[in-house]
């Protein structure tokens, strides 16, 4: 079979296949803490009350719920409706003599290695505090991490007890995480190394090591207790397979293109995703506007769709797992009448169909 012959086959049985993009699920059971053993009585009674979490150490994280009198929505610490539902989380992330309290839970999977995922959550720092933070420790790990102290985990407790089968991030929010009347979301991205099947949220810092920020509030104490609530994990890169897929950063100025911003992330993002399996080849389908003639215009989607796949190329894909194809002004999603529609169709697609090269072969094509 000759190389046009083989490449013009492969667009095509990629090209076979048109679905509908697939939603992220989330990893985290029970991200609002709506489901619970019983309806909390008083401190500490997080890890008995609420299934699929707990606490890593000996430290006393609540719970809080509407259905509770006591330890509701106006309790010893503040005063906080749910950002979701009907329950929140609460934890110190400073106290004196380092104490500290952190959430744990099961993820419903494995996270998968190469794959880019999001970690997110809100948080508002209740009334009776006098410190806010900057940072928040999000802590991935392989086993269940359990642990008799009641300070801080430092690093060093975390190679003792988990043998280095572990990675975690931070993340902040400087300007927001004072917040006391609302919720701020707290998020970031990483890429798993593939072992990830436990999260511990909390700080990971010594007091002495510790940004914080004064409230000012009157009567505070001299500690950071935050409310948690609505945790997710997903996955970023989701690609489901023999779907139609369009780079949503990937629009192109007219006549121009290069890649650039935030195209690049999303093509790091689909690199991740491609190397985890060499069985993942991709079709790379460029489009334009009708701005100028149609020779002209098919020339243009062909490096457009050329500058995706040599940008992979140069990330380490295989160009015998890519193709691609320009189709000029042939294929508009939307009308060409207004700038906004003719940017809408500046646009470059792409399908990843799972199969082997002796596929091809065996196709008959």
Not at 20 to 46: A, R, W
Not at 84 to 100: L, S, T, V, W
Not at 105 to 125: D, N, Q, R
Not at 243 to 270: C, M, Q, S, W, Y
């Amino acid at each position: 079979m000759s190389l046009d012959n083989y490449r013009n086959t492969l667009l095509a049985l990629m090209m076979m296949a048109i679905g509908v993009q697939g939603i992220s699920q989330n990893l985290i059971q029970n991200p609002s803490f709506e489901v619970y053993n019983d309806c909390p009585k008083e401190h500490g009674t997080f890890a008995e009350d609420i299934p699929h979490w707990g606490s890593p150490t000996e430290g006393s994280t609540d719970y809080f719920n509407v259905c509770s009198t006591s330890m509701g929505v106006s309790n010893f610490i503040g005063d906080q409706e749910p950002q979701d539902g009907d329950a929140y989380a609460g934890f110190y992330m400073y106290a004196p003599n380092d104490y500290r309290e952190y959430v744990q839970t099961k993820l419903a999977e494995p996270l998968k290695p190469g794959i880019s995922y999001e970690v997110s959550f809100y948080v508002s720092l209740s009334d009776k505090s006098y410190y806010g933070v900057k940072k928040f420790g999000v802590l991935f790990a392989k086993d269940e991490l359990k642990s008799s102290v009641r300070q801080v985990l430092t690093k060093g407790e975390l190679v003792t007890k988990l043998y280095n089968g572990f990675h975690f991030i931070e993340l902040f929010n400087i300007k927001k995480t004072i917040e006391q009347e609302k919720w701020v979301k707290i998020s970031g991205e990483f890429v798993a190394k593939g072992y990830e099947r436990y999260m511990v949220i909390g700080n990971y810092h010594k007091n002495d090591r510790t940004d914080l920020m004064e409230t000012q509030a009157q009567g505070a104490k001299k500690a950071s207790y935050y409310y948690i609530d609505n945790v997710h994990v997903e996955a970023l890169t989701d690609f489901s397979l023999g779907v139609t897929h369009v780079f949503d950063n990937l629009n192109f100025e007219t006549d121009k293109f290069e890649i650039k911003g935030p195209a690049i992330k999303e093509l790091k993002r689909l690199h991740s995703y491609l190397k985890q399996d060499s069985r993942y080849h991709i079709a790379i389908m460029g489009h334009t506007d009708n701005v100028g003639g149609s020779d002209y215009n098919h020339e243009l989607s062909q490096k457009r769709a050329k500058a995706v796949s040599d940008y992979l190329i140069k990330l380490g894909i295989d160009k015998g797992r890519i193709q691609w194809e320009g189709y000029g002004n042939d294929k508009p999603v939307d009308t060409n009448n207004t700038e906004i529609g003719r940017k809408t169709n500046r646009r470059v697609e792409f399908v990843i169909t799972e199969f082997d090269d002796a596929d091809v072969e065996e196709g008959g094509f």
